[in-house]
C-alpha cells in the first residue's frame, strides 16, 4: 500500500511561495494577517474578523495559540532585518492583545476592534516598501 501525502488543505495555502526572499515574505505575512483578521465578514456590522476572534472565544489556550500565530509574522519580521525596536514594539501589540483577549467576553469583543496583527503586518510593509521596493504591490 502506497501512502500518499495530502495535498494542502486550502489553495490559498498551497500558492504561498517558500522563500526567503522580501517579495515571498510580504505574501506570506499577508496572507497569515487575512487568515487571523479577515476570513469573512459579520453580517449587519460589516466587520471582518477570522480565526483571532474565533479560536479567541477559546479560554486560555484559544488566546495563546493566536499569540503563537501572530508572533509568527514577528519572526517573519525578525528574518527581514527589521530592527529591535520595531520587533519589540511589535511583540509588545501581540502581548496586549493576548492580555486583552484573556478578560472573559470584554476580550472577545476587543478581539474585533484591537487588531494587532493588522497593524503588525502594515509595519512590514512600511518596512518593505521603504527597504525592498520591489516587493510594493497596488491593490485596492
Do not use: C
Amino acid at each position: 500500500m502506497v501512502v500518499r501525502p495530502t495535498p494542502l488543505a486550502s489553495p490559498l495555502l498551497a500558492s504561498l511561495p517558500i522563500g526567503n526572499d522580501p517579495a515571498s515574505v510580504r505574501r506570506r505575512v499577508e496572507a497569515m494577517e487575512q487568515l487571523l483578521e479577515g476570513l469573512f465578514v459579520i453580517p449587519g456590522l460589516n466587520r471582518r474578523v477570522g480565526l483571532d476572534a474565533i479560536i479567541g472565544l477559546v479560554p486560555v489556550v484559544g488566546d495563546l495559540v493566536t499569540a503563537a500565530m501572530g508572533m509568527w509574522i514577528v519572526w517573519e519580521a525578525r528574518n527581514l532585518g527589521m530592527s529591535r525596536a520595531a520587533l519589540l514594539g511589535m511583540t509588545a501589540r501581540i502581548g496586549f492583545d493576548t492580555l486583552l483577549g484573556a478578560v472573559p467576553l470584554i476580550g472577545d469583543a476587543a478581539d474585533l476592534m484591537y487588531r494587532s496583527n493588522t497593524r503588525n503586518v502594515k509595519r512590514i510593509k512600511r518596512y518593505l516598501d521603504k527597504h525592498h521596493p520591489a516587493t510594493v504591490t497596488v491593490t485596492r
